[in-house]
């Protein structure tokens, strides 16, 4: 794994805050590496990140950052001079894929009063919406035209049917306005059916 540009930012910020530490004993140089992977995982929200001893019944390293890679293996980072106490970051890690030594998780911590935890924010989002956007759009448009047409055919229906109920109400309201057919009764004649007005 590669340690990005703001992982290495926040190794450094927490240094440069306790500079008491990192000149120290060995004691508080374990502080001090402890809360630099305490505040990568407040920033990051990646529990990952952490460090290391090498055994369960050696003390934690003073002077590495750890990211657990798999059930049992992580990459290391010697992040200070294990004889000056200098910071020395890389972003490849000093000791990749490491199997033998035991990753100690951390919780995240802002010691950074300042700091916030990292949300991704696009900074310049794209100036055309993607294509299928542009298509699903259109099919909308599309919709609603035939939604537009279909009220105004059910329009022009409604007023049909209004108008017959109108015509048959009336037709039923003054029986006696309304034309009387005669009845026919029908014989034949030769084969040709005649019908005649009772």
């Known amino acids: 794994m590669i340690m990005n540009q703001a ?37 990051t929200k990646d529990t990952n990140w952490g460090v290391k001893s090498r055994g369960n019944t050696a003390p934690q390293g003073k002077d590495s950052i750890a990211y657990r890679t798999g059930p049992s293996s992580m990459d290391i980072w010697d992040i200070q001079n294990g004889s000056t106490g ?22 995240p911590v802002n010691w950074l009063g300042s700091d916030s935890p990292t949300i991704p924010i696009p900074t310049n989002p794209p100036s055309n ?14 919709l609603s035209n035939k939604l537009d047409t279909l009220a105004q ?15 048959d109400t009336q037709i039923l309201a003054k029986p006696d306005q309304a034309v009387r057919f005669p009845d026919y009764i029908g014989s034949t004649w030769l084969g040709t059916i005649v019908l005649k007005p009772r």
């Open 153 to 167: 055919i059910m329009t022009i229906q409604n007023s049909k049917i209004n108008q017959v109920i109108g015509i």
């Open 7 to 43: 992982v290495a930012d926040t190794i450094r910020a927490v240094y440069a805050e306790y500079p008491e530490l990192q000149f120290s004993n060995d004691d508080d140089r374990r502080l001090l590496v402890r809360r630099a992977a305490q505040q990568i995982v407040f920033k």
């Open 86 to 107: 200098q910071l020395q970051i890389n972003s490849d890690p000093s000791f990749p894929n490491v199997t033998d030594q035991m990753f100690i998780p951390v919780e």
């Open 129 to 142: 919406p993607p294509q299928d956007i542009l298509e699903l759009k259109a099919k909308l448009d599309d």
